[in-house]
């Protein structure tokens, strides 16, 4: 089975910087698009980041030059470093990864557990 973790998420001030980590694993697996979603309190879910495996990279619109998704493919992790957060960044930020085997007739997309990140002003 395939697994995503997530980790890196905390409480910080407005201003201040987390970096969110999040590793697949799984036996004969090769990881496509790697994103970064989030989900605020009573907010529809949005893309936050997505890295391509070529690392083609999309942004949403709210990040502005804030965040920044990277990946190592050796170690199946995407990196997103998130700076002078605001608290309406408040949310649970979930990676998600598209997944591919060679036993698999299609691609499926798996999801972390979620990491809160927590922004006070």
């Known amino acids: 089975q395939v697994q995503l973790v997530e980790s890196g998420g905390g409480s910080v001030q407005a201003g201040g910087s987390l970096r969110l980590s999040c590793t697949a694993s799984?036996?004969?697996?090769?990881?496509?698009?790697m994103v970064w979603y989030r989900q605020g309190p009573g907010k529809q879910r949005e893309l936050v980041a997505q890295?391509?495996?070529?690392?083609?990279?999309n942004y949403g619109d709210f990040v502005v030059g804030r965040f920044t998704i990277s990946r190592d493919n050796t170690k199946n992790t995407v990196i997103l470093q998130m700076n002078s957060l605001k608290p309406e960044d408040t949310a649970v930020y979930l990676c998600?990864?598209?997944?591919?085997?060679?036993?698999?007739?299609?691609?499926?997309?798996?999801w972390g557990q979620g990491t809160q990140v927590t922004v006070s002003s």
């Open positions: 799984g036996s004969d697996v090769d990881i496509h698009d």
């Open positions: 890295i391509s495996k070529s690392g083609h990279i």
């Open positions: 998600s990864a598209e997944v591919r085997r060679p036993v698999w007739i299609a691609p499926a997309r798996f």
